[in-house]
T-cell receptor, first 111, second 113 residues
């Protein structure tokens, strides 16, 4: 059964700092790796995703890096802001319509 | 474009009862996936429907079932509720391919007394 291991479980950074969350997968049905951001009382919202044709994707302050040989991918949040405080989930597709999620990282950005 | 809508937002039930949750996907999306989210187990896949057919099913007991209608709206049913079924139930819609993004609703918070 596919597993996605996410670390760290929680992360505290100062405003303006860099937040880094890492994920490792065992198998995937397809090299497509989305990251989701979830605020309390809300469903996960798609933040950014990477496809196999690139090893890095950047959208604003958010960057995904992908290392296929190591089966790892990571999320970098540059210039972290208090509004970024949320729970972040990485995911990998197991089958069509089925994502396997990491266990989540609770990020707190201190003002 | 309207997002994924789940109703109701909150439900309180007692053990042994059954419950039906509803999900309206984004217009044009034919795939609806259901997930259970709990603090201990995280996000776990329940099942996925595409064009009214269940394509995939997670490792949950038969008490959890679902269906999809011709307009892509989906319902999930849980029978003989147990205390451990207390969770946030999320649905997500997508175009259905492996690399198609899934968009989530805000979930139904189910509490079992």
């Amino acid at each position: 059964q596919q597993q996605v291991k996410q670390s760290p479980q929680s992360l505290i950074v100062q405003k303006g700092g860099i937040s880094i969350i890492n994920c490792a997968y065992e198998n995937t049905a397809f090299d497509y790796f989305p990251w989701y951001q979830q605020f309390p009382g809300k469903g996960p919202a798609l933040l950014i995703a990477i496809r196999p044709d690139v090893s890095e994707k950047k959208e604003g302050r958010f960057t995904i890096s992908f290392n296929k040989s190591a089966k790892q991918f990571s999320l970098h949040i540059m210039d972290s802001q208090p509004g970024d405080s949320a729970t972040y989930f990485c995911a990998a597709p197991a089958l069509r319509g089925q994502l396997t999620f990491g266990s989540g990282t609770q990020l707190t950005v201190l003002p | 474009k309207a997002g994924v809508t789940q109703t109701p937002r909150y439900l309180i039930k007692t053990r042994g009862q059954q419950v039906t949750l509803s999900c309206s996907p984004i217009s044009g999306h034919r795939s609806v996936s259901w997930y259970q989210q709990t603090p201990g187990q995280g996000l776990q896949f329940l099942f996925e429907y595409f064009s009214e057919t269940q394509r995939n099913k997670g490792n949950f007991p038969g008490r959890f079932s679902g269906r999809q209608f011709s307009n892509s709206r989906s319902e999930m049913n849980v029978s003989t509720l147990e205390l451990g079924d207390s969770a946030l139930y999320l649905c997500a819609s997508s175009l259905g391919g492996l690399d198609q993004p899934q968009h989530f609703g805000d979930g139904t918070r189910l509490s079992i007394l």
